[in-house]
């Protein structure tokens, strides 16, 4: 008897995984972003005047560095952004949507009525299927 009880412990804690372990969430916070700017033959664009806008009005200037990057640490609420460089000759603009959405609806609404008849429906038959094995038990 101990034998067995030994051994189905022993299967027990050979069949644990990391699924007993406590739970773990993950996260993200986006605190920067870095804007690289590139001439159509894709070297870097060193030195070029950066001005960042929000709802139409200049919020930052600023120059890339050597490698073409720009850093910025956008303030909560910014809302849209819009990156636009100025160079000799060259102009290019970047907008950045940052506003939190709500998710929009995945499911239409016939498709929920639909699943929600199908839900009913399964009740149904469940329930005709307990009721039939009753009334069969009751006749033997």
Excluded: W
């Excluded at 998710?103 to 329930?127: D, H, N, T, V, W």
């Amino acid at each position: 008897m101990k034998a067995r009880l030994v051994l189905i412990l022993l299967l027990f804690l050979l069949t644990l995984n990391t699924s007993c372990g406590h739970r773990m969430m993950m996260g993200y916070q986006v605190n920067e972003i870095q804007v690289t700017a590139l001439y159509d033959d894709g070297t870097p664009a060193g030195g070029v005047e950066i001005e960042v806008q929000s709802d139409g009005k200049a919020i930052e200037k600023g120059v890339t560095d050597d490698e073409g990057a720009y850093v910025l640490r956008p303030s909560k609420g910014t809302g849209d952004l819009r990156f636009v460089s100025y160079s000799a000759g060259h102009k290019a603009e970047l907008e950045l949507d940052l506003e939190q959405k709500e998710a929009e609806e995945q499911i239409s609404r016939p498709l929920r009525a639909a699943a929600g008849i199908g839900y009913l429906l399964g009740i149904a038959g469940l329930s005709m299927i307990f009721i039939s094995r009753k009334r069969s038990q009751k006749k033997a």
